[in-house]
T-cell receptor
């Protein structure tokens, strides 16, 4: 069954802890993306990667880090430097020039 | 630079009424245009897209959109709203060779019984 998996669905952390969000795809897509979504707001791009071992900062990369060691995986680490980490995080993939495909999302709550 | 404006952050219609969600874009090159739908606590699902060719595009769930270059618009319509259409809708733009999508702020659609 092809698709994008994000785990877990809900994640809770204490302030000051780093946390890693998982994104795995078996669509064989080259490009992968991380977005952040806050209530009532649109999507903001955090990081994206076009190929393995390469990635670029998006609009709000501060306080986040990523890696792309495998084509299938693009984990996002939310570091303690991120001032307001509580949000809904969406992973997406793209093949070619066209649309992006989205995973189900991870809701992160930091208290 | 590209941008997208969705007029109306919240639209409310009665069940069975016409749904019209507005999207205007700005692009210096021929645009690729997309509409996505998001149900609560879920990811985005592609409704329809325009890249080239026919300017009236049909999507899933009875939605369609028309690309109007002269008006720089890509409005989303559905003739008869259903309760299951209640969701958030996002318009997005890119172009050939682009690595990123530019999203609008979204429109929350409410269906009244």
């Amino acid at each position: 069954d092809g698709g994008i998996t994000q785990s877990p669905k809900y994640l809770f952390r204490k302030e000051g802890q780093n946390v890693t969000l998982s994104c795995e795809q078996n669509l064989n897509h080259d490009a992968m993306y991380w977005y952040r979504q806050d209530p009532g707001q649109g999507l903001r791009l955090i990081y994206y990667s076009q190929i393995v071992n390469d990635f670029q900062k998006g609009d709000i990369a501060e306080g986040y880090s990523v890696s792309r060691e495998k084509k299938e995986s693009f984990p996002l680490t939310v570091t303690s430097a991120q001032k307001n980490p509580t949000a809904f995080y969406l992973c997406a993939t793209r093949q070619g020039t066209y649309e992006q495909y989205f995973g189900p999302g991870t809701r992160l709550t930091v208290t | 630079a590209q941008s997208v404006t969705q007029l109306g952050s919240h639209v409310s219609v009665s069940e069975g009424a016409l749904v019209l969600l507005r999207c205007n874009y700005s692009s210096s090159v021929p645009p690729y245009l997309f509409w996505y739908v998001q149900y609560p606590n879920q990811g985005l699902q592609l409704l329809l897209k325009y890249t080239t060719g026919a300017t009236l595009v049909k999507g899933i769930n009875g939605f369609e959109a028309e690309f109007k270059k002269s008006e720089t618009s890509f409005h989303l319509t559905k003739p008869s709203a259903h309760m299951s259409d209640a969701a958030e809708y996002f318009c997005a733009v890119s172009y050939q060779g682009a690595q990123k999508l530019v999203f609008g702020q979204g429109t929350r659609l409410t269906i009244n019984p």
